[in-house]
């Protein structure tokens, strides 16, 4: 049973770019959550989504980011006109019901230039 | 708001010692707590999960200890080795919550 599986693993862009960043949740899993880690902090939540349906994006900012999670395909986290202050890396985790148990990907490493 | 924090940012002990760490949770309505290990690169891997109708949890090498009165979490490594190298998260979720809350985490570094 394969786990979490996020592409890219590296992302690299330049100052207003776009960045799309996806994630494939463990079989049977129908929960999608993103998170955001800056370097020697914890993980912070921005998103929850199930299949088709944002369910909570209150962690999520109101201005260039979003977040889907298609009938077909893995969930996918766009941020537009990235800026430095995007730079981080962000893990997606899945989970069979909502809330706990939740299980992550190795997370995708974005550098704005 | 609510935070999760954790008392000692770094830890280090000789590989054989046992290991604990501690953290600090400030909302009395979370009633679920999860101990992540975090490699270098890699994403948070789940350790053990405690609710909060329990006071102790064991697995393999491991306990989770909880006291509800003062907030508090630990982790127990038994025989800590080098393997057990990383940064270890507390993260609590408030029952039908949608997200976890995670701590700023502690770097446990396993001396040889």
């Known amino acids: 049973n394969a786990g979490v599986m996020q592409n890219p693993r590296h992302l690299v862009r330049r100052r207003g770019q776009e960045a799309r960043l996806r994630c494939s949740p463990m079989k049977g899993h129908s929960h999608v959550y993103w998170y955001r880690q800056l370097p020697e902090e914890g993980l912070k939540f921005m998103v929850y989504l199930q299949k088709e349906n944002i369910i909570d994006e209150s962690g999520m900012p109101k201005e260039r980011f979003s977040a889907e999670f298609p009938k077909e395909g893995p969930s996918i986290l766009r941020i537009q006109q990235v800026v430095r202050g995007d730079s981080a890396a962000y893990f997606c985790?899945?989970?069979?019901?909502?809330?706990?148990?939740?299980?992550f990907g190795p997370g995708t490493r974005l550098t704005v230039l | 708001g609510e935070s999760v924090g954790l008392h000692l940012p770094t830890l280090s002990v000789q590989e054989g010692d046992n290991s604990i760490i501690n953290c600090a949770y400030s909302?009395?309505?979370?009633?679920?707590f999860i101990w992540y290990k975090q490699e270098s690169g890699k994403g948070p891997q789940f350790i053990i999960d405690?609710?909060?109708?329990?006071d102790k949890r064991q697995g393999q090498r491991v306990t989770v200890l909880l006291n509800k009165t003062v907030k508090h979490l630990s982790l127990q490594i038994a025989a800590t080795q080098p393997g057990d190298s990383a940064v270890y998260f507390c993260a609590e979720n408030e029952g039908g919550a949608n997200n976890l809350f995670f701590g700023t985490g502690t770097r446990l570094t396993v001396i040889p």
């Open positions: 405690i609710r909060s109708n329990m």
């Open positions: 909302n009395s309505a979370s009633d679920y």
């Open positions: 985790a899945s989970s069979p019901r909502g809330g706990n148990e939740q299980f």
